[in-house]
C-alpha cells in the first residue's frame, strides 16, 4: 500500500513532534569543561563564600578553603589541632558552621570556646559556675546565643546517614545552607573501612553540598609523635590525597626534649664541646617552645599558591588563646594584656 504525500508530510511531522519532547540522554560522569570555567569565575569573584583561618602567612598563600575543598589539619593526638580549630571558628564568627565532633561533648566545645573570646582563665570559669555565680554563667550564655549564634555543634556518632540529617536540619532551622563544615576528627567518620574511604566520604559530602570542608586527622603513632616535623607522609593510613590543603600542627616542645635526652644520653658517654654548645641551645629553644604552637602549610593546590614552614603561636594555657609570634617574640598586644591580668590580680 503506497502512502500519499500528505500521509508522508503528517508521519515527518509526527517525528519532529516526538524529537521535541524527547529527553536528552542523562550523564553521571560527564559535563562540558566550560562548566569548570564558569566554577573558576564564581571561585574568584566571590571570596566572601571562601573560609579564612585567621593565620595571615597561611591564609594569603591557601586564598581561602572554597566551596567543594577538604583542607586537613594533621596533628599528633593532643597536638593543639582543636586548639587551632577553634582559634579558625572564632575569626569566622560571621559564618554559619555545622561543626561534627564525636570525640568530645559540645558543652565542652562551648566552655572552651566562652574561655577563648572572653580571655577567661578555665579554671575560673569552671569554679564560678560550680558556686552558681550568674555572672559567669549568662557569659556562657552570651557566647552560645551572641558570640556563636550560627555554630551548630553534633557530638553524635559520625555515621553518614546522620552527617546528611544533621546538615539538612541544621539548614532548614537557619534557612540557608552552612557556609562551613567542620570534622574533628577523620578516623570518627563510620563511612567505609579504611581512613581513604572515610575521606573520599567527606570530599563527595562537600562537593555535593557545594561547601568547604575542615578536617581534622590525626597523624601515626610514629609520624608525629615527639613533635617531629610533619610531612605529607604523616597522616595516620593516608587520607591527605583527598585534600585540596593540608595543614600540620605539632608542639616543638616535645621534639627540643627528645633532642635533649638523646645528647645528655651521649655527653654522659662521651663529653663533647659541641654536643655541650647543642644542648645549650637547645636548652634555649625549650624555654622559649614551653607553650607554643607550630603550625605549616604542607600541601597547597592552589594555583602558585607556595607552602609555608613553621608559623609558631604563643599559648595561654589559662584561656586556650593563641598569639603567633614575631620574629620571635610576642605582639605588643598579648604583653598589654598579660601587665593587664596582673594589675587585676592585685
Known sequence: MRLSADEISAGWENVGRLSAVAPLPEYRMYTPLAEAADSFVRWAQSPQDRVHLGIPKIDTELRGIAPGEIAMMLGFAHGGKTLLLLHALRNNRD????????????????????????????????????????HAINLLRQTAEEDFPNLAVFDQPLTSSDMERAYGEVSDVWGQAPDLVVVDYLDLVEAGETVPDKATFLKGFGRRHD??????????????????????????????????????????KYEIASEINEL???????????????????????????????MSLLKNKRPAGSLVDDVDFELDVRTGRLWELKNGELPDQYLRQQTWKQTEML
Do not use: W
Not at 659541641?274 to 604552637?293: G, S
Open 95 to 134: 559564618k554559619h558552621i555545622a561543626m561534627f565532633i564525636p570525640d568530645e561533648p559540645r558543652q565542652l566545645v562551648l566552655t572552651k570556646l566562652t574561655c577563648i573570646h572572653h580571655g577567661i582563665d578555665a579554671r575560673e570559669l569552671e569554679a564560678r559556675v560550680a558556686s552558681d555565680d550568674i
Open 264 to 294: 645528655q644520653e651521649k655527653l654522659e658517654r662521651n663529653h663533647s664541646e659541641r654536643a655541650q654548645e647543642r644542648l645549650d641551645e637547645l636548652k634555649h629553644d625549650q624555654r622559649i617552645h614551653e607553650y607554643t604552637l607550630t
Open 211 to 252: 561547601i568547604p570542608m575542615l578536617v581534622l586527622h590525626q597523624t601515626s603513632r610514629t609520624a608525629g609523635a615527639d613533635g617531629k616535623k610533619l610531612t605529607m607522609s604523616s597522616g595516620a593510613f593516608g587520607g591527605e590525597q583527598q585534600a585540596t590543603t593540608v595543614i600540620g600542627v605539632r608542639r616543638k
